[in-house]
């Protein structure tokens, strides 16, 4: 398609906002029953939720993935790390004029290989990924040095920020992103708000009561997390109230998600029952996740979309909306959001190897799925429209004519990608 914005001021904003170990079934509009999320909810009202988007199961696997548009048997090689001749949607946007950010959390530097991966120390490298502006935690720092939530160790455009024992780091990441956009205001930008919220430690927010004693600030508890859910809810109703404040919101392209599944010690309430977070494992609550668009001038009719997305579509959306003309392995939705056309993909791709501790190599995995079924390389098939657990493999001697076509057809895309063994 041609360019869908040929006036470079009728161009949208895009603000991608990504949290950190947050499942679907964290948000109200998801079916949660167990935490408050009113900003996300009323997004997803007045906006496109999208059902059934599929990460991959890890954070790095999936940032690599998102950022790039590319499958990670391509160019994932260590956990922690984005190597550097990559392509990003950074690049992607700042070379078609737009101004770029990048705020939260970077971990891309391969700060757990420093003896292999001399690019560790390199502050400039998310510059070289096409953000013209950066506001980070580790990004040469491990979280040893200094933690993400209360009194954090954070890196801005080539200087460490003062350490302030009072601060909460996702309130200095959301006022660089308020000052991005006074500053941007006039001219197109793109922000990518990777959040560090709601990975653990599960610690106090500035709303929890314990934050009023700074030695309560660093205890952990899983009781917080409903806290954190709800404080990254605030911190989104903050972006949008700024947005709406500068005129910005009618064409501004809103996109919140999260990078993979809950942390396994979360148990949430939902509708349809209780769910505990798979975070690192190839099943449904490790690799199902929100996806809720908003951008009221651009999105053709507010609702539902049932069709699956995965991350290497993101990349191609938005090169789609620029009218790029660079190659990834996503199939473009902007003609879903704009009300053009339908989603087209009717299969998702896993490659997961996350060359990473044996807690969650264990699960290093691929697979294809549609809506109710899933092959895995080792032949594995489930339905996991009734089976999300994926306790009981369909065998083949049992499977219907149509549980058997479709199963070819999984084996058909399974086998355009490397073996993996």
């Known amino acids: 398609m041609g360019p869908l914005f040929c006036q ?95 705020v939260g959390k970077w971990q891309l530097n391969g700060l757990a290989y420093k003896k292999e991966l001399p690019q560790w120390k390199d502050a ?127 064409n501004t392209l809103v996109i919140f998600l999260g990078d993979n599944g809950t942390n396994k010690a979360i148990r949430s309430r939902t509708d349809h029952g209780n769910i505990r977070g798979g975070k690192g494992n190839t099943t449904d609550a490790g690799t199902h996740v929100p996806f809720i668009a908003y951008w009221p001038q651009g999105i053709g009719e507010n609702g539902v979309e049932t069709g699956l997305i995965e991350f290497s579509d993101f990349f191609a959306t938005l090169n789609d909306m620029v009218d790029g003309k660079h190659s990834s392995d996503g199939q473009s939705f902007l003609k879903r959001l704009t009300g053009t056309g339908k989603n087209k993909r009717d299969k998702a791709f896993v490659h997961y190897d996350p060359l990473w501790g044996k807690n969650v190599n264990q699960y290093r995995n691929q697979f294809v799925r549609n809506l109710g079924y899933k092959l895995y390389a080792n032949g594995q098939f489930f339905h996991v429209a009734q089976d999300t657990l994926e306790k009981r493999p369909l065998l083949d001697r049992d499977l219907e004519r149509k549980q058997k076509k479709i199963k070819t057809a999984l084996k058909k895309e399974l086998a355009r990608h490397p073996v993996f063994e």
């Open 8 to 102: 470079q001021t009728d161009r949208p904003n895009v603000i991608l906002i990504m949290s950190d170990d947050m499942g679907y079934e964290c948000l109200g509009s998801y079916g949660s029953l167990a935490y408050q999320t009113p900003v996300l909810d009323s997004l997803a009202q007045n906006g496109l939720r999208f059902a059934n988007c599929i990460s991959q199961p890890l954070c790095t696997p999936s940032r690599v993935k998102l950022m790039t548009g590319q499958y990670n048997y391509r160019n994932y090689t260590h956990f922690g790390f984005l190597p550097d001749d990559q392509y990003t949607f950074g690049n992607l946007m700042r070379d078609a004029g737009y101004s770029t950010a990048i």
């Open 124 to 250: 400039s490298r998310p510059n070289a990924f096409g953000f013209d502006e950066y506001c980070l935690w580790q990004l040469t720092a491990t979280a040893a040095q200094g933690e993400r939530f209360s009194d954090p160790l954070i890196e801005a455009n080539g200087k460490f920020l003062e350490r302030d024992p009072n601060a909460y780091g996702p309130d200095l990441f959301t006022n660089y992103i308020l000052d991005f956009i006074e500053r941007k205001k006039a001219q197109p930008f793109f922000v990518y708000y990777p959040m560090v919220l709601v990975h653990n430690p599960f610690v106090p927010t500035p709303n929890s009561p314990e934050w009023q004693d700074p030695a309560l600030r660093t205890k952990q508890d899983p009781r917080f997390f409903a806290d954190m859910v709800s404080y990254t809810d605030t911190l989104v109703g903050r972006i949008m109230a700024k947005l709406k404040a500068l005129e910005l919101d009618q």
